[in-house]
């Protein structure tokens, strides 16, 4: 059984992967983010690892005016506590751990076996790198408008998201830099990784490969392909779909 790490942009199939795995016996913390409107069987996140990649990314971004209650009260592009998961932050970022996180992401990572899921660690996964005892790396991903449209939703939709400015060129953005961090940084700095596509979740092929890769029985009857409801297509961007098609290549998966 070996310990994993699940990432990958929100709203892109990585709560779904995760799901599958609740009942192998992994730790994935103390106390999770409950079930919500967007993912009704629930995020399988930590709040300690989201308050740590929180930390993490916020002297790395723009603040966001009035603090936490900004998020509330005032509209702005920028992201604010429990927003990261949706920040720009630019390939080539430097990602360090203060000492004063260090032995709480080190006690985290001591509870093997660990399964851990925030798609911030798109971003921080070098601060992680020097504690992580050798982990499978798990990128799930799905096509960038079928994220962006979900992304767009849960803005429009969810109370902390609702005075974040955010439009369809912003929510694609998020997608390609956290792809291009993975691509670009995370995979050439090493360690064994699996890449699945949302829909090889879908169809259970996702599935076998990730239970056969963590040495784990996987929940085959967790994904509920009813609950999939944005999906994407067509055209994209030159840049788009590069870091898509160099996804799909490294998943094996061919659309349509």
Partial sequence: MRNALILGCGRSGTSAAAGAL?????????????????????FFESREIHDLNEALLAPLLPPRWGGRLGVFLVRSE?????????????????????????????????????????????????????LLPDPLFVCVFRHPEASARSILHEVQTRRYLRKLVLDREGALSVWLLMYRHVLEVHVPAGGEWLF?????????????????????????????????????????????????????????????
């Fill in 78 to 130: 920028r992201t604010g506590y429990g927003q990261r998961w949706l920040a720009r932050l630019p390939v080539g970022t430097l990602v360090t751990a203060p000492p004063e996180l260090l032995p709480r992401m080190e006690a985290l990572v001591r509870r093997e076996p660990f399964c851990f899921k925030d798609p911030r660690f798109c971003y921080t996964l070098p601060a992680w790198r020097p």
């Fill in 22 to 42: 609740r009942r192998a016996g992994y730790f994935m913390g103390e106390t999770l983010i409950p079930p919500a409107a967007p993912n009704p069987r629930g």
């Fill in 196 to 256: 699945l596509h949302y829909h090889q979740l879908l169809d259970r092929s996702g599935l076998d490969r990730l239970g056969e890769a963590l040495g784990v029985e996987v929940d085959r009857d967790f994904i509920d392909p009813h609950l999939s409801r944005f999906d994407g297509g067509g055209a994209l961007a030159p840049p788009l779909r590069a870091v898509y098609d160099e996804l799909c290549a490294r998943a094996g998966y061919r659309e349509g």
